[in-house]
Every structure is written in structure tokens, then in C-alpha cells.
């Protein structure tokens, strides 16, 4: 299975990254902007878009609409923060698989994708076994740092 994460915080990215490779899940790309997305759906089809609503440059509804109309088939899941109600009905309206709050739990991911069946039972159990949360962010960040300095 592809996934495709849109987020512009580096360590976001990164953390979520770890949590998906972990689970046998390939990761096609990071997106930030509305053109990145869609040369990266169209590349490479992903089952799974992960996307931060928040994302500065983006308009959250409307880019998963979007997403939708370029693959139908795609399970799009957002990853947020999010403030009130309204934001949430907005975003469920535009046609989203599911909502993970930020900061994001492994186990809570690990639900959504088995609820999307997405997810075979043994992958997680695997992941449960051997990722740390903490461990995960730390590798994360250390990951981010090295390619901010290069």
C-alpha cells in the first residue's frame, strides 16, 4: 500500500513517516501545496492520503474534494488540530475516510487503518511490539535535524 502525507512541519512528517514504513506502508511523498498533490496522486496513486487540514497553503475541505475528484478510491484521513465543531463537520462533509487529532497516536492510527481496511491484524501487532512512541520521535527529530543540516 502508498501513502502519500501531506504536512509542512518537517518533524510532523517525519514522525508520521516512521509510524507508516513501521507498519509496511510506503511512503510516496511529502506534499505541501495543491501542485505537489496532485503530481504525486497522479504518479503514483497512493490508497492513502494523510493530511494536515492545517497546512498554511492549503484550503483544507476544498484540497480533500479535490484529492477525491482526482482518485475516487483514495482514503484520505486528516491529521489536525482541530479548534471547533464547525471545522470538523466541514471537513467530514468534504468527503474525509476519517480524523486523527494531532499529536498523533500510534494506536489511534493504527484503528483508523484497520477500520479503513487498510490494515491486516498482524502488521500492527507487529508494530505494537516493536515501536516506542517516544523512541519514534526522538529517531524522527534526529532524521529532521540531519537533513535540515545538510
Known sequence: ???LIVDESTVAYGNISLLVERLGIEVVGNATTEREIESTIARHQPELVLIDTRCSYLQGPDTIRKIKRLNPGTNVVAISV??????VKQIFESGISDIITKPIESERLIDSLRRLGL??????K????????????EEAASVTEEKETV
Open 82 to 87: 482541530f479548534e471547533d465543531q464547525q471545522d
Open 119 to 124: 490494515l491486516q491484524e498482524h502488521s500492527s
Open 1 to 3: 500500500m502508498k501513502v
Open 126 to 137: 507487529s508494530l505494537n511490539e516493536s515501536v516506542n512512541v517516544e523512541e519514534t520521535v
